[in-house]
Structure formats: structure tokens, C-alpha cells
């Protein structure tokens, strides 16, 4: 099973796809969170190429569990992509996901700053594995 996992950022929109079967789980660019109009052209674009039919979302739930003032705007982005592509989603809780992101980078790298606009997908990348890991 193909799945798309998205890491939904006010300006940006990390992006990983997955193979459930192979239990693999690949970055690719962020998409701009622009406009609802553009973002569902690009999401469907994605959607089709990878023949996805699974989307995972993270979840930012605070430290002790509680939804925070994003978890309002995910559920809403969730509701938006279900609307666009008839998809399932699940939404995946990503506490420390952008921590975990930004030491992957800076382990692999060296630099992180060269690397900032991938921090992104490697979250969603991450999320992605995680729900892997349930299945």
C-alpha cells in the first residue's frame, strides 16, 4: 500500500511517501502552503503519481497529551484533504518529530542551515515510519 505522510506547516508542508509492504518511507520536497487552491492541485498531483491510497498526517499534540492551537488547524487541514481526495486520513501524533528532524539533519549533514527546508518532509518521513511500525 502506497501512503503519503504530511507534516502540515503554516508556509510549508513536509511530504514523505511510503510503501507499507516494503516498510520503506522516502522525503521528497515540501510543498508551499500558498493557497488551498494551489496546495490541492500539488497534493493531487502527488496523489496520482505515487497512486497513494492512504494519507497519514501528524498530529501536534502538546507534551501531556492535550490538542494545542495547531491541532485545531491540522484537523481542519485534515478535513480539507479528505474533501479534496476522497482519501482516508489519519492523523499521527508527532510530539518531538521537528526535534528528532533536525538531529537526523544535523548528524548526516554537519550543517543544518544548509539543509533547513528538508527538516520538513524528514518530520513527515518520520511520522510515516512511525505509523509503519503499528501496522
Known amino acids: 500500500m502506497i501512503i503519503l505522510s504530511l507534516d502540515y506547516g503554516e508556509k510549508n508542508i513536509g511530504v ?12 521528497i520536497n515540501p ?13 493531487k498531483e502527488i496523489i496520482n503519481e505515487y497512486e497513494v491510497v492512504l ?7 502538546n507534551m501531556d497529551g492535550s490538542e494545542s492551537i495547531m491541532s485545531k488547524k491540522v484537523n481542519k487541514f ?9 482519501l482516508e486520513v489519519k492523523l499521527i ?3 518531538l ?13 554537519g550543517d543544518i542551515r544548509k539543509s533547513k527546508n528538508l527538516i520538513d518532509s524528514i518530520s ?3 511520522i510515516l515510519i ?6
Open 16 to 27: 514523505a511517501i511510503g510503501n507499507s509492504e516494503l516498510r520503506t518511507s522516502t522525503p
Open 31 to 43: 510543498v508551499k502552503n500558498n493557497n488551498k487552491g494551489s496546495l490541492s492541485v500539488k497534493l
Open 55 to 61: 494519507v497519514v498526517l501528524g498530529y501536534p499534540l
Open 78 to 86: 485534515k478535513n480539507f484533504i479528505t474533501g479534496e481526495t476522497g
Open 93 to 95: 501524533d508527532e510530539r
Open 97 to 109: 518529530t521537528s526535534f528528532e528532524a533536525g538531529e537526523m539533519l544535523k548528524n548526516s549533514r
Open 124 to 126: 513527515a518521513h518520520i
Open 130 to 135: 512511525e505509523y509503519m511500525e503499528t501496522l
